[in-house]
């Protein structure tokens, strides 16, 4: 099992720039997640998903697009980046919460990916 | 909405002693806890978890964490550090409708020689 996996491992863009972070998971989970991490904010969410072909807003989702075409694969778009979305950005993802005998609500993450927009 | 709050973002202690990392979320409702740990340029990975049950559950690595309804607390513990402890901590709430977690903003442990 590769667990959560995250692609590209860093990337540079220039303002105004798009790109493509991929997510891939083989846990058959159903719940994916989307988080960026700045020093001393901890994780914040930018979208989730609770499912294939459904996409949700998290805390901070301006200036990110999701998609989720396949229950494995949750993408984050950036249209056009800014340096304001420097960050390190990780993927989660869960089984689906409450259902019994799941096992909880705890999360597994990615490696991370780190973007830096100049 | 909920929200976590961890005290201190920098905890400096000497290898084999004692450490707090202090936790308190703010819902007075049904909520599930948990300690995340980041090593330097890793991801996250769970250290342990409050579901139900009994209030000191333990994790890997010699931590364990005592939920505290009454005073909103989720404080994890170390008998004995090792260097290699050295991480980022973070705790985390789910939400009120459960289907999302609330971080912490974290606190480095650093474990000096």
């Known amino acids: 099992n590769a667990g959560v996996t995250q692609t590209p491992k860093f990337r540079v863009l220039k303002t105004g720039q798009s790109m493509t972070l991929l997510c891939a998971q083989d846990?058959?989970?159903?719940?994916m997640y989307w988080y960026r991490q700045d020093p001393g904010m901890g994780l914040r969410l930018i979208h989730y998903?609770?499912?294939?072909?459904?996409?949700a807003k998290g805390e901070v989702p301006d200036g990110y697009n999701v998609s989720r075409l396949k229950k494995q694969n949750f993408l984050l778009g950036l249209e056009s980046a800014a340096p304001s979305q420097t960050s390190v950005y990780f993927c989660a993802s869960s089984r689906t919460p409450g259902l019994a005998g799941t096992g909880g609500y705890e999360q597994y993450f990615g490696p991370g990916t780190r973007l830096t927009v100049t | 909405a909920q929200s976590v709050t961890q005290l201190d973002s920098q905890v400096p202690v000497f290898e084999e002693a004692p450490v707090e990392l202090r936790c308190n979320y703010s819902?007075?409702?049904?909520?599930?806890l948990f300690w995340y740990v980041q090593y330097p340029n890793q991801g996250l990975q769970l250290l342990l978890k409050?579901?139900?049950?009994?209030?000191l559950v333990k994790g890997i690595n010699g931590f364990e964490a005592e939920f505290n309804k009454s005073q909103t607390s989720f404080h994890l513990r170390k008998p004995s550090v090792h260097i290699s402890d050295t991480a980022e901590y973070f705790c985390a709430v789910n939400d009120l409708y459960g289907n999302k977690l609330v971080f912490g903003a974290g606190t480095i442990l650093r474990v000096k020689s």
């Open positions: 846990m058959n989970h159903e719940y």
């Open positions: 409050y579901l139900s049950g009994s209030t």
């Open positions: 998903s609770v499912g294939e072909g459904t996409t």
């Open positions: 819902s007075s409702v049904s909520v599930y």
